[in-house]
Each structure stands twice: as structure tokens, then as C-alpha cells.
């Protein structure tokens, strides 16, 4: 399985974003998929997930009420809609990918599969 995420950028505080990713995977083969972030000199934490169908999704609580995760299947996507951001929210975005949600969706030790990250940067 290969993860592909795109999307981020520098954007003003306040202002919104929609990270992407795109999975590479035998079209029988079923994923979760979730975001993880890492700023600098910070560990990897959660942000989001959602379960194969999408009928299950799960947010940090620094994502309620900001952030969407959503999935297009017929396109192998998963995308991260960020409103809302603060420069607390800079960091490099992972998406990655799990056979089912882990049983801790928050432990990224649970997770099979990781993609390159992809940069986000808020300006104040």
C-alpha cells in the first residue's frame, strides 16, 4: 500500500485547507484511513480517522468542530478539510492506512501504513 498526501501549504490563521491522499492498493484490499501530525520537536499525534464504508470517523479533540475527514472509494482518496487554522496547527501532516480501525485509533504504532507527510504551515 502506497500513500500519497498533497495538499498542504503556507496558509493565514483563520483560513482554511484541504489536505488529500491517495492510496495505491489492490482495488479488493480495504482500508481505514486517518491523518497524523507531527510539529517540530513534538511527537506524532492523532488527528483523524475513518473506517473503510465512512460511516465511522474519529477526531482529536483539537479537531472537533474543525476539521472533516472524509473518503471517495471510487477514487482511493481521503481528504482532511481544515477550518479554522492557528499556528498551532503547523506541522507536517501524515496520512496513513489500517486493515479496520486499531482498537486505539489515536496510537500510531497501531497503524500498517504511512505516507511522506505533507507540510503545513500557518502564519499568524
Known amino acids: 500500500v502506497q500513500l500519497q498526501a498533497s495538499g498542504g501549504g503556507l496558509v493565514q490563521a483563520g483560513g482554511p485547507l484541504r489536505l488529500s491522499c491517495a492510496k495505491s492498493a489492490r482495488t479488493s484490499e480495504r482500508h481505514a484511513m486517518g491523518w497524523f501530525r507531527q510539529a517540530p520537536g513534538k511527537d506524532r499525534e492523532f488527528v483523524a480517522a475513518i473506517s473503510w464504508t465512512g460511516g465511522s470517523t474519529y477526531y482529536a479533540d483539537s479537531a472537533k468542530g474543525r476539521c472533516t475527514i472524509s473518503r471517495d472509494n471510487a477514487k482511493n482518496t481521503v481528504y482532511l478539510q481544515m477550518n479554522s487554522l492557528e499556528p498551532e496547527d503547523t506541522a507536517v501532516y501524515y496520512c496513513?492506512?489500517?486493515?479496520?480501525?486499531?482498537?486505539?485509533?489515536?496510537?500510531?504504532?497501531?497503524?500498517?501504513?504511512w505516507g511522506k507527510g505533507t507540510q503545513v504551515t500557518v502564519s499568524s
Open positions: 496513513t492506512a489500517n486493515k479496520g480501525i486499531p482498537v486505539s485509533v489515536g496510537q500510531s504504532l497501531l497503524w500498517d501504513y
